[in-house]
């Protein structure tokens, strides 16, 4: 359910599937670049993401930028309700600060980038 109502805010809110895509092309062309010599090209991807019918990818671009997306997707899925969660258990008085949600949330790297740090 929490997975579903990530998705659902993540693919309606404009701003954050605009970060998203961003950061999609980024992962895609960062991936393919490092397992090959020739570079795939930015603007073709961005057609492709858009509807696969576009763009002017090879089969194998095609299949590493489907992967790459859908890595992506889950990613932003998992912040979404790691966000929700931090919110609610905050407000809820459920935990004292963001610090100590991490220190229980996020034990392998309590200093997560993607959180922002409210206790000042």
């Known amino acids: 359910m929490m ?16 970060r ?8 895609i062309r960062w991936a393919w670049n490092k397992d090959h010599a020739d570079p795939i090209d930015a603007e ?6 858009c509807d696969e019918h576009y763009g002017d990818l090879t089969d194998e671009q095609k299949t590493v930028a489907r992967r790459c997306r859908d890595e992506m997707r889950s990613v932003y899925a ?9 919110e609610i258990m905050l407000e809820q008085g459920m935990v004292p ?17 993607w959180m922002l740090d409210r206790a000042g």
């Open 78 to 86: 998992e912040l979404c309700v790691r966000l929700l969660q931090s």
């Open 20 to 27: 998203r895509t961003h950061d999609t092309v980024r992962y």
């Open 44 to 49: 073709e991807l961005r057609l492709f993401l």
């Open 3 to 18: 997975q579903q109502i990530a998705n659902f805010i993540v693919d309606h809110d404009p701003m954050m599937v605009l």
């Open 97 to 113: 600060d963001i610090s100590t949600y991490r220190s229980v949330f996020c034990p392998e790297g309590g200093d997560a980038p």
